[in-house]
């Protein structure tokens, strides 16, 4: 390869990485939706890590994530099926931790059919203790089938939003 072309390629190639946009916090509280969304992702893509959501005034809160682990291992009759042939959801905990406060969730996977793994989601009550640690840190993180989702503290201007419309 020629040094000029070498040099347009690497330059190609930093530019893209740049050009890349990182997971950020994000709120969706359009007045007109029923649901309000909390995520830490990119907008407007599929690259989504750890989504709160809430349909308005209901103080429940549905938390969303991906785990590498795949559960599901074929399809039956159009439905997705685990190795020993039970159909999807699973039932499967969930951990939601803000700080010290911790809460063991009953939820349910499926498979994620984006990336192959499972998506893992569980309900809370906007009451619960790690509900109330999270409101006064922005600190979240959701584990599940030996893995974990977070991101950076949710910046405090996003959460009581967020917390505002579901209660």
Do not use: H
């Not at 930093?14 to 950020?24: H, L």
């Not at 809430?54 to 685990?82: E, M």
């Amino acid at each position: 390869m020629k040094p000029s072309l070498l040099i347009l390629c690497l330059a190609a190639t930093a530019t893209g990485a740049q050009a890349q946009t990182p997971r950020s916090w994000n709120l969706v509280a359009d007045k007109a939706a029923p649901d309000v969304t909390l995520f830490y992702g990119v907008p407007q893509t599929d690259d989504v890590a750890l989504t709160l959501r809430c349909p308005r005034q209901t103080g429940q809160i549905t938390v969303g994530f991906g785990a590498g682990a795949k559960l599901a291992d074929r399809q039956s009759a159009g439905v997705w099926v685990d190795k020993i042939g039970r159909p999807a959801p699973w039932p499967a905990s969930v951990v939601l931790t803000s700080g010290v406060a911790t809460t063991t969730l009953r939820g349910q996977a499926m498979p994620d059919d984006l990336d192959g793994g499972t998506r893992l989601a569980a309900e809370v009550s906007t009451r619960a203790p790690v509900i109330a640690a999270f409101k006064k840190s922005g600190v979240i993180a959701a584990s599940g089938l030996g893995e974990t989702a977070s991101g950076p503290p949710v910046p405090l201007k996003l959460v009581r939003p967020f917390l505002s419309a579901c209660r």
